[in-house]
Nanobody, 116 residues
């Protein structure tokens, strides 16, 4: 059974930084592409990042370039999302997703709230 457990969210001021983590189990993590999806209140889910199984290929939504970076540690079966210069509009629940895209198995999410 695929299990994905996100953590690292919280309340942060505009301009601040957070690092989200997603610990994976129940499948061979090092062979799986992974993604991040976020969903703001009242809005549809938004695919924001993907990383290949070995970490050599990444994709990031244009509106996040320069601020967010995805990485992974296959030895720890952990996916990361490094978020810098956070903005009010980054407030959302962030989910890690198995696969390249937004439609795979996902965790329960971690809440990120950007507020002054």
């Amino acid at each position: 059974e695929v299990q994905l457990v996100e953590s690292g969210g919280g309340l942060v001021q505009p301009g601040g930084s957070l690092r989200l983590s997603c610990v994976a189990s129940g499948f061979t993590f090092e062979t799986a592409d992974m993604s991040w999806v976020r969903q703001a209140p009242g809005k549809r889910p938004e695919w924001i990042s993907a990383i290949s199984s070995g970490g050599g290929r990444t994709w990031l939504a244009d509106f996040l370039k320069g601020r967010f970076t995805a990485s992974r540690d296959n030895a720890k079966s952990t996916l990361y999302l490094h978020m810098n210069n956070l903005k009010l509009e980054d407030t959302a629940t962030y989910y890690c997703v198995k696969g390249w895209g937004s439609h795979g198995s996902r965790g329960q999410g971690t809440q990120v709230t950007v507020s002054s």
